[in-house]
């Protein structure tokens, strides 16, 4: 009994000891598997340039996500919805980048509307936004209007002035209005649109006090004398290539101050029977020609001015490209590797299609440098230009389907082409998410 007793303690200490051992190495593989954080820094590059949106290849963590003890607080699928969100709302600041031993980059950020902040997997290049995250254009630049002074504030309570458009920029502040008197007019300086929401704002300054200046909602000016755009005081006119196709609309609105003495407006009316000015029309159509084109010295528009009616269908201009003498080419590259992308590596052989008309944001009449303001076109924030590239679709060893999408890289593009001049070869870089 004595020497079963013995024999059962030496198998039970032998048990234990080799159960301990097990624990020991699994515990060693697994601190093995986790990643170490080697750098943690505050990102110093000027905020609007850390705006970005999410596209949802990685799931928002507590803390880097190959590090023990990270969790998820935003899954993949909220995160791609955040990305395609029409909402500026849901845009995100970067404010630090952590680099992995394994040379794994995240960032930390936080969504504008302060629901979610964490860190998400970044590429592997600290500074540029790959992985889980896409450079953000929260605002574009578009036309400035024909009348530029004289606006007041329709509502100074509800369409107050901003520092930055609201939701354009992560904490976007008010301007202090105190000084403000409800009979101050204002000057527009700028124009913007909304990216997601293509709201259009202005920068405007009041006149009697210049420390009044920042950004209002376009629906919250009035200028002097307007009106809403009806069939009973506009004219649409339309700008039409030698081929017939619209290149650019105006929309001009007539003030009551246009008219004659005397005279009323109404749908159908002649302009030269209600203007005081015949030649204004024309002036209008001159003032608005859609950049990159001028006016036909060939076709002549669809109806003299004086003929045109109030409330018409669209009042045909017919204008021609202007012809630049220095025009640049544009070339594909992968910011991953910085490799220039072929079109066998993309969706149909073939790299986006612009149109004439498109490619005069990458040409000039003369040979000057480039400004960063191009790579904030329309273009490179529609998905079926150039805001991405789609691959070529791989079936994997397990029979499922990888399409890579090559997301526009809005930082490294511009400083590839901080020297370029007009005629040289444009690089445009693209980002492919690691997945």
Do not use: C
């Not at 124009?191 to 009041?206: L, N, P």
């Not at 000039?364 to 904030?376: C, E, L, M, R």
């Amino acid at each position: 009994m004595i020497l079963n007793l013995q024999k059962s303690l030496s198998f039970g200490l032998a048990t234990i000891a080799a159960v301990a051992t097990i624990a020991l190495a699994t515990n060693h593989v697994s601190a093995k598997s986790y990643a170490r954080i080697t750098s943690n820094q505050v990102l110093r590059t000027a905020p609007q340039n850390r705006n970005v949106t999410t596209n949802g290849t990685n799931a928002l963590y507590t803390k880097a996500g190959t590090v023990r003890g990270a969790r998820i607080i935003a899954s993949k699928y909220t995160l791609q919805r955040y990305g395609t969100s029409k909402e500026s709302s849901q845009y995100f600041r970067a404010y630090r980048v952590a680099t992995t031993n394994r040379g794994a980059v995240y960032y930390k950020v936080v969504s504008f509307n302060g629901i979610y902040r964490g860190w998400v997997y970044g590429g592997r290049t600290s500074g540029t936004f790959a992985g889980g995250l896409n450079p953000a254009n929260t605002m574009a630049n578009t036309n400035l209007p024909l009348q530029k002074t004289g606006y007041t504030l329709t509502n100074s309570q509800k369409y107050t002035l901003w520092v930055d458009p609201k939701w354009s920029q992560y904490k976007a502040k008010q301007v202090d209005m105190s000084s403000y008197s409800p009979n101050d007019t204002f000057t527009i300086t700028d124009a913007a649109v909304k990216t997601r929401e293509q709201y259009t704002y202005y920068k405007v300054v009041d006149d009697k006090n210049s420390a009044i200046v920042g950004w209002v909602y376009s629906g919250g000016l009035a200028a002097p004398n307007s009106q809403a755009a009806t069939k009973d005081n506009s004219v649409k006119i339309n700008y039409v290539n030698p081929d017939g196709q619209s290149v650019g609309s105006y929309t001009w609105v007539i003030q009551k101050a246009d008219l004659k003495a005397g005279a009323t407006m109404n749908n159908g009316d002649k302009l030269g029977d209600i203007l005081q000015n015949g030649t204004q029309l024309t002036d209008v159509v001159t003032k608005n020609v859609p950049t990159g084109f001028k006016l036909s010295t060939t076709q002549s528009p669809t109806n003299q001015p004086e003929n045109v009616t109030v409330g018409s269908d669209d009042y045909l201009i017919y204008v021609d490209p202007v012809k630049a003498n220095f025009v640049s080419p544009v070339a594909y590259y992968l910011t991953n590797t910085g490799q220039q992308i072929s079109p066998a590596q993309l969706s149909g052989n073939t790299y986006p299609i612009l149109t004439d008309a498109q490619m005069t944001i990458f040409s000039s009449q003369t040979q000057g440098i480039v400004p960063a303001k191009v790579f904030d076109n329309a273009l490179f924030s529609d998905p079926n230009k150039l805001s991405a590239l789609t691959g070529v679709s791989v079936t994997n060893a397990d029979g499922t389907v990888t399409t890579p999408t090559y997301y526009f890289n809005k930082q490294a593009t511009i400083a590839a082409n901080s020297a370029a001049r007009y005629g040289d070869t444009l690089k445009l870089y693209y980002t492919l998410p690691q997945r």
